[in-house]
């Protein structure tokens, strides 16, 4: 019990703080100032929607049972909203244009591939 119960009233009190909209604020500044200071608006945005979602699940289930996402899960979305929906987007419009709709997806999209 030694450390664990000198510890424990610090970790109580910083999952409080962590709790709080201005502390949230504080650490997502912290983790993302270089894009904040390249001005990447949909960065600040994302963060002013889930920020809310986040303090309540905090608040709800506890800051234990919160998932992690890394800077290369973020890079990984990234690329999936900037290079692969566009492409899926242009091959299906390609399919509906191009064939007169006697395509389907499944066989446009294993021919882009």
Request: proline content about 3%; glycine content about 10%; aromatic content about 8%.
């Amino acid at each position: 019990l030694g450390y664990y119960g000198f510890a424990y009233p610090s970790i109580q009190k910083r999952r409080k703080e962590l709790a709080q909209d201005d502390t949230l604020t504080e650490l997502f500044k912290e983790n993302y100032r270089m894009e904040i200071a390249e001005g990447d608006e949909f960065l600040l945005s994302l963060w002013n929607r889930v920020m809310p979602r986040v303090q309540l699940a905090m608040n709800t289930v506890g800051i234990g049972a919160i998932g992690h996402a890394s800077r290369s899960d973020n890079e990984y979305l990234s690329r999936i909203l900037n290079e692969d929906v566009p492409r899926l987007r242009r091959q299906f419009a390609r399919a509906v244009g191009d064939g007169g709709g006697d395509q389907d997806l499944g066989s446009v999209l294993k021919a882009d591939c």
